[in-house]
T-cell receptor, first 114, second 120 residues
Framework: GNSVTQMEGPVTLSEEAFLTINCTYT??????LFWYVQYPGEGLQLLLK?????DKGSNKGFEATYRKETTSFHLEKGSVQVSDSAVYFC?????????????FGTGTRLTVIP | GAVVSQHPSWVICKSGTSVKIECRSL??????MFWYRQFPKQSLMLMAT?????????EQGVEKDKFLINHASLTLSTLTVTSAHPEDSSFYIC????????????????FGPGTRLTVT
């Protein structure tokens, strides 16, 4: 079956700290992988994605590399800001756009303190 | 960008009553809407998919008679939790995809902010 496991939060970091949120997946075939972010009071927004092995998705200083050998898609950012405080969801889909069935992880709440 | 709203953002109801949650696409035509729910410390799980004007398709294990979905227009879908019980307490999120204002297809899902339902 299809499933996503991501590290449990919450995660609290000081501003400018390095961020890693782990995500591993189980899937049939070759899925596309996504990170979504949900800011307080808003809907989930696509942050970045990768559609095949060894692809790196990046956006707003965040990046994640699709690692087929370890079935992982860990989210990283070199220097977090207070404005990055949000809930981050890892997800997979068998469509590269994520237009249909998305399988999500539990979400990880990140709080960045000044 | 494409915006999806949900109403209410939170609701508390008594066991045995029904609750309706609305999901609206504000600046695009939502030909397909999705309903998800998330129990505490669990994954966001797809409940059902609805296409405008058609009956919803429910995921395995989701009771269609309990979770009534209506997608009667290109901008509105509703989820009604009938005879709610405490175990239905959850975070419900809708998403939508469809056509942009110019009529071109949209290739990703756009999410609402969610509705937290508490059944006492």
């Amino acid at each position: 079956g299809n499933s996503v496991t991501q590290m449990e939060g919450p995660v609290t970091l000081s501003e400018e700290a390095f961020l890693t949120i782990n995500c591993t997946y189980t899937a049939t075939g070759y899925p596309s992988l996504f990170w979504y972010v949900q800011y307080p009071g808003e809907g989930l927004q696509l942050l970045l994605k990768a559609t095949k092995a060894d692809d790196k998705g990046s956006n707003k200083g965040f990046e994640a590399t699709y690692r087929k050998e370890t079935t992982s898609f860990h989210l990283e950012k070199g220097s977090v800001q207070v404005s990055d405080s949000a809930v981050y969801f890892c997800a997979l889909s068998h469509l590269p756009t994520g237009a249909n069935n998305l399988f999500f992880g539990t979400g990880t709440r990140l709080t960045v303190i000044p | 960008g494409a915006v999806v709203s949900q109403h209410p953002s939170w609701v508390i109801c008594k066991s045995g009553t029904s609750v309706k949650i609305e999901c609206r696409s504000l600046d695009f035509q939502a030909t397909t809407m999705f309903w998800y729910r998330q129990f505490p410390k669990q994954s966001l799980m797809l409940m059902a998919t609805s296409n405008e004007g058609s009956k919803a398709t429910y995921e395995q294990g989701v009771e269609k008679d309990k979770f009534l979905i209506n997608h009667a227009s290109l901008t509105l879908s509703t989820l009604t939790v009938t005879s709610a019980h405490p175990e239905d307490s959850s975070f419900y999120i809708c998403s939508a995809r469809g056509r942009g204002l110019a009529g071109g297809p949209m290739y990703e899902q756009y999410f609402g902010p969610g509705t937290r339902l508490t059944v006492t």
